[in-house]
């Protein structure tokens, strides 16, 4: 099984732009679906997006138009764009994976996580 990496958090102001990476180590990330999720202080972890192998993508709402998320099968790496940032952006990222339906987006039933990186948005 492979183990995910997440790096690219920090601080960042309103309106502000980070580029989340998520690497694979000890495995790759072929046939299979990645996803990005959130737990905002005191709040429940939350689909971002995910990305089927197929490059199919799924956002939440929240973040439809800002975010983008992409793969580089090459790199086994998943990579998270993040624009205009807001305060409500603020929290522990997380990258997860699955074997399963690696040709569907949908964030549901992953098998392996990472351990997150922090974002914090604030002026």
């Known amino acids: 099984q492979a183990q995910l990496v997440e790096s690219g958090g920090g601080l960042v102001q309103p309106g502000g732009s980070l580029r989340l990476s998520c690497a694979a180590s000890?495995?790759?990330?072929?046939?299979?679906?990645v996803g990005w999720f959130r737990q905002a202080p005191g709040k429940e972890r939350e689909s971002i997006s995910c990305i089927g192998y197929n490059n199919r993508t799924n956002y939440a709402d929240s973040v439809k138009g800002r975010f983008t998320i992409s793969r580089d099968n090459a790199k086994n790496t998943v990579y998270l764009q993040m624009n205009n940032l807001k305060p409500d952006d603020t929290g522990v990222y997380y990258c997860?994976?699955?074997?399963?339906?690696?040709?569907?987006?949908?964030?549901?039933?992953?098998?392996?996580w990472g351990k997150g990186t922090l974002v914090t948005v604030s002026s």
């Open positions: 000890g495995g790759n990330l072929d046939y299979k679906t």
């Open positions: 997860a994976g699955r074997g399963s339906m690696w040709y569907t987006a949908n964030c549901n039933g992953m098998d392996f």
